[in-house]
């Protein structure tokens, strides 16, 4: 099984941008499952709005994960309760709106997609640890195809929540610092994993935000308005191949840019 897994789709460019490589992508591979993060896909960036989760479906996303930015736009709350193809953080609190993971079934078998979110420069969250042994061992019962997005800040705390589940998911990746790591790999538990997936939208800006306030907020620090950068859009994406016993051969990092 193929699951294709896209890193933080940020504002309109990314979208329109991920519609046109996921067109390309399906005549290259045989994709069984797209899941992506979508936690900045509002057109402002922050969160994410009906218009834009919509959007994400039509142009063939099936299941959308989330991240610090959940709670950005108010207009997503009833969606996240009642649409079964999008979860946030599975250790915020439980009496928060939506779910923190999802079941679907691809090709006659049942996949799960965990959703986390880290701790370290993060906020105040229940233990992504506890979490995912409490989700994963309930999961366990029914499927071994399980695939994480740890949204997460640090690349240790990332690492460590894969070694954490070396053998007992398909795979964790990191999502949330918007920049790409070179570091994918297999674990011997057939856990595939990466740092961080990237982010899917403006390319030349700093974490898709202008270069300008940017530049500025690190010099003095003081707070101004950040908008997403315009220019050239950047696609980025993990695709990970899982065997029949829910392990992982494969994960190959897809990075790819306008001009
Ligand atoms: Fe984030
Ligand atoms: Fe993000």
Redesign the pocket.
Known sequence: MNLLFIG?VTGKAGITYLAEQLKQLRREETLDLIVANG?NAAKNGRGITIGALEELYDSGVELVTL???TWDQKEIYDSLDRDMRICRPANFHEDAPGRGYLNCEVNGKQVAVINLIGRTYMGLYESPFQIADKIVSEIRQTTSYIFVDF?AEVTSEKLALAWYLNGKVSAVVGT?THVQTADERILPGGTAYITDVGMTGPRDGIIGLKKGPMIQKFIDQMPNKHELEEGPRQFSAVLITIDESGKSTAIRRILRTED
Do not use: I, R, V
């Open positions: 933080d936690e991240g610090n930015h949204h949330h």
